[in-house]
T-cell receptor, first 115, second 116 residues
C-alpha cells in the first residue's frame, strides 16, 4: 500500500509570509496526526483528527496555525504569518484507529526554513 | 505528564557488533505502550519495535530486541549484528493505552553511527 504522502518536501520562506503543508494519509486510516520536529528533538504533536473532526488541538498555536481535514481524507496545515521559530520539520502521520496498539505511519515530512 | 528520556545523544558501533540504546520514562499509569522508531537521514520515521506494558515478555523483531524493566521504567533497544543500514536517529516513544490522550511522547533521540 502507498505510504503517507506529504508535500512539499522542502520550503523556504521569509518571515511574515504564509505557508501551507499538505498530507495524504494511507487509504483507510481514519486518524491523522500533525507533528512538529525541531532540530535535535523528537516530534511533538500539534493536532490529531478523527475523520474530519479535530479531537486534540491543545498544542496547536492557534494565533497563527490552522489546520483542516476536509472529507476526512487529505489534510492541510497552515501557518500565517510565519516566524523564525517556526523553522522545523512538519510530520504527518496516520493510523487505522486510536485505541489499541495501532501503529502510526509517518510521512517523509516537510522541512520548513523561515529566514 | 509523561516524559521520555534518552540519555545517549550519540552512539557508534562496528558493523556486525551489538549495541544497546537506553531509554527511561516517567508515568503514573500502569498500562501503556512503548515504541522504538528509526529515522534515517532525510527519510521517514518507521516503527522498529513495540512493547505493551502488560506483557512481561520482551518484544523481539529479528535483530532488534528490547529489555523492558517496568519497575525501573526502563526500555532499552538492543541491535544485534549491526548493519550499515541501521545508521539513523532512534527515538523512544510512549503512548497511553486509555483515556483520550493518544499522542506519542518522544525522547530527544539517539544518533547511531555504524562503522564499517
Amino acid at each position: 500500500e502507498a505510504g503517507v504522502v506529504q508535500s512539499p518536501r522542502y520550503k523556504i520562506i521569509e518571515k511574515k509570509q504564509p505557508v501551507a503543508f499538505w498530507c495524504n494519509p494511507i487509504s483507510g486510516h481514519n486518524t491523522l496526526y500533525w507533528y512538529r520536529q525541531n532540530l535535535g528533538q523528537g516530534p511533538e504533536l500539534l493536532i490529531r483528527y478523527e475523520n474530519e473532526e479535530a479531537v486534540d488541538d491543545s498544542q496547536l498555536p492557534k494565533d497563527r496555525f490552522s489546520a483542516e481535514r476536509l472529507k476526512g481524507v487529505d489534510s492541510t496545515l497552515k501557518i500565517q504569518p510565519a516566524e523564525l521559530g517556526d523553522s522545523a520539520v512538519y510530520l504527518c502521520a496516520s493510523s487505522r484507529a486510536v485505541t489499541g496498539v495501532y501503529e502510526q505511519y509517518f510521512g517523509p515530512g516537510t522541512r520548513l526554513t523561515v529566514t | 505528564a509523561q516524559t521520555v528520556t534518552q540519555s545517549q545523544p550519540e552512539m557508534s558501533v562496528q558493523e556486525a557488533e551489538t549495541v544497546t540504546l537506553s531509554c527511561t520514562y516517567d508515568t503514573s499509569e500502569s498500562d501503556y505502550y512503548l515504541f522504538w522508531y528509526k529515522q534515517p537521514p532525510s527519510r521517514q520515521m518507521i516503527l522498529v519495535i513495540r512493547q505493551e506494558a502488560y506483557k512481561q515478555q520482551n518484544a523481539t523483531e529479528n535483530r532488534f530486541s528490547v529489555n523492558f524493566q517496568k519497575a525501573a521504567k526502563s526500555f532499552s533497544l538492543k541491535i544485534s549484528d549491526s548493519q550499515l543500514g541501521d545508521a539513523a536517529m532512534y527515538f523512544c516513544a510512549y503512548r497511553t493505552s486509555g483515556g483520550s490522550n493518544y499522542k506519542l511522547t518522544f525522547g530527544k533521540g539517539t544518533l547511531l553511527t555504524v562503522n564499517p
